[in-house]
Nanobody, 120 residues
Framework: QVRLVESGGGLVQVGGSLTLSCRAS????????MGWFRQAPGKEREIVSA????????YFADSVKGRFTISRDNDKNMVSLQMNSLKPEETAVYYC?????????????WGQGTQVTVSS
């Protein structure tokens, strides 16, 4: 079992920035692809960004390209999501995920989620 613990959510104004972090208990951490999903009220959960085992490959949803950055530190078992120029519609619960990120139903492990609220 892999435990994922997110941190860094909160309230931010439109155009502001937040950095989300996720610490994993996985051993070896570098064997897992990692990613971030989000779920807004009344909407389905969607993938935001993902990063490969080594960190050499990344994915971003079209809506966040150029504004979000994902990184991982395999020595610290952590993955981070830097979010810039945030928009009100990005208010959601953000979830850290590990394993098979090809589809929501395939994700192996989920964090408990952290709330991000973007106020206008």
């Amino acid at each position: 079992q892999v435990r994922l613990v997110e941190s860094g959510g909160g309230l931010v104004q439109v155009g502001g920035s937040l950095t989300l972090s996720c610490r994993a208990s996985a051993r070896p951490f570098e064997s897992y692809a990692m990613g971030w999903f989000r779920q807004a009220p009344g909407k389905e959960r969607e993938i935001v960004s993902a990063i490969s085992y080594s960190g050499s490959s990344t994915y971003f949803a079209d809506s966040v390209k150029g504004r979000f950055t994902i990184s991982r530190d395999n020595d610290k078992n952590m993955v981070s999501l830097q979010m810039n120029s945030l928009k009100p519609e990005e208010t959601a619960v953000y979830y850290c995920a590990a394993g098979d990120l090809s589809a929501i139903e395939n994700v192996d492990f989920w964090g408990q989620g952290t709330q991000v609220t973007v106020s206008s």
